[in-house]
């Protein structure tokens, strides 16, 4: 070891770590939102969601799935509270959520793209 480097010390580390770990709940739950992020079908919906409210038939007819296929995924990625929904006369209209939502999938296409 050089003379510049500075000896690890585990126990500090670990004292100075672990106040700032979230608690086991919060994490079970982020995992859960990023699970939500794991099937290629809703990242392509949420795609379609950056650039425009849409109904369940306009994204089933823009990605090529059946209305069913798609109003389940939008249920799974409203469950996870990544897209919202209106009622506009018969139709319900989704778009996402947030910016949180195109920040997270923003930073995920910078990463691959790198």
Known sequence: MNKTSVEHNC????????PLMPDEEILLD???????????????ILFCLFEHEMCVCDIAELLDYSQSAISHQ????????????????????????DDHVRTIIGQGMEHVME
């Open 11 to 18: 126990a500090e580390v670990i004292a100075e770590v672990k």
């Open 74 to 97: 939008l249920r799974v990625l409203k469950n996870a509270k990544l897209v919202t929904s209106r009622r506009e006369g018969k139709s319900i209209l989704y778009s996402l959520s």
């Open 30 to 44: 982020l995992a859960d939102v990023f699970k939500v992020f794991g099937d290629t079908t809703r990242i392509r």
